[in-house]
């Protein structure tokens, strides 16, 4: 079976966040089973495009409206990512250093679809299933089915995941020319709300939608951003399929990115020598519990409470905390998140911006990691930290609920604070400090964490499953 994922970010390449972590081990994991699973995505001006090689597999002029444009596919090399992976270059649209983020996104996202969908048409590739994640994407299912310039590939099938579906992409109709000549009687399955909305068309295109939680699907349908109804409708055909982690890469015993590697065995000394070296970095002392927080800065996540949940806890004499944020996002929260730091150094420092390494240094030396989500498609912070022996907090929700038991249950090893509240998560980590306090307790729980199963095989498999059952929905 051949596989083919379409994704606006895959790691090492380019990530932003959880889309990056599942496109680059997921395929990997797919092609461990059995299954060739390949990659393509843009190509941006990032590091791991200018250290490595590529050979060019296809050249092509096309179409965005009447604006032509010249694309290329780059083959990496080496071969070394454990799976194929297709770079689409398009000079002046996509070979910039930031993935998203720019006025013309939409065009952006709208031309690498197109070069995908002719690179297919005029190369004579042939794939089983294309895998499209995201919005960024999400125009392939109806352009495969629907469009009569690609209609020689309709015999390619398709699922969709949603990573995100607070997120469509969604553009006017008078931009509708971008697309090549649809079946006029179909238009209707691009449209929501009197725009074209890729989200949701993939979701009603696709032979089969997934979300990355069984919550998270069943949540859609009360908050999706306007795509409720949609949900509501359409929520007994999808699939919640948990991510797993890269235990290639998120690894206590092999990680480089540490500096004392550890095993179940080692980790309460060695873990205690990586809080050690992270708390001088940032000025902390070691006795007190770190909490930490790495993420975007933004509400979905729960960032804006950060700022007074941390007031309130640095304002507590009797329970001294250290706190330690890595993130970026909303300008607002940043700014203040910054700031907090003149006020109370020596037990709160802030990292505002993207760092793959301190996020790697802060799973392995932190206590406590705080994950205060009001939105959460899966969340893989908690499955990391939970590897690395870090105690996650967190409002239950979407993946979060799947994936975390709190330490009243029989075999609980998370906080759970019930609501994405300024109360309920100061609440939760004064339930933290209280195990803290009972060092025994807490040291008593990591084998616990560390052992629990959130690898890709399993979630892989669910994902050849799907693959297995495919058949055209419309
Ligand atoms: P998202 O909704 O952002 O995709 P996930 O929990 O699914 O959230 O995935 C977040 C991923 O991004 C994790 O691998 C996390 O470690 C990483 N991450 C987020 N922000 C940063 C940052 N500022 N620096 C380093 N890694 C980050």
Redesign the pocket.
Known sequence: MKVIHLSAECYPVA?I???G?VAGALPKYLNQLGVEASVVMPFYERKFVQENTFETVFQANTFLGDRPFFFEVLKEASGKLGFDLYLIKILGLLDRTEVYGYADDIERFVAFQLAFLDWMLWSGKQTDIVHCHDHQTGLVPFLLYYSYRYKSLAHFRTVFTI??GQYHGAFNWQRGNYLPEIDPWKTGLLDWSNGINPLASAVRCADAFTTVSPSYLKELSISSNGLEQLFELEKAHGTGIINGIDTDIWDPKTDPMITQKYTIKTVSAKKAKNKELLCKQFGFSAEKPLFTF???LVVEKGADLLPEIFRLMLADPKNPVSILV???GDEETELELAALKEASPGQYNAYI????E??HRIYAGADFIMMPSRVE?????QL?ALRYGTMPIVNSVGGLKDTVIDISEPNGYGICCGAATINAVFTGIKRAIKLFKNTAELRLLYPREMTLDFSWGRSAKEYIHLYQSLKPKL
């Open positions: 990530k966040g959880g889309l972590d990573h995100n790495i993420g975007r890595l993130g970026s911006g993207y760092n793959e301190l996020a498609p899966c969340g893989l912070n990391y």
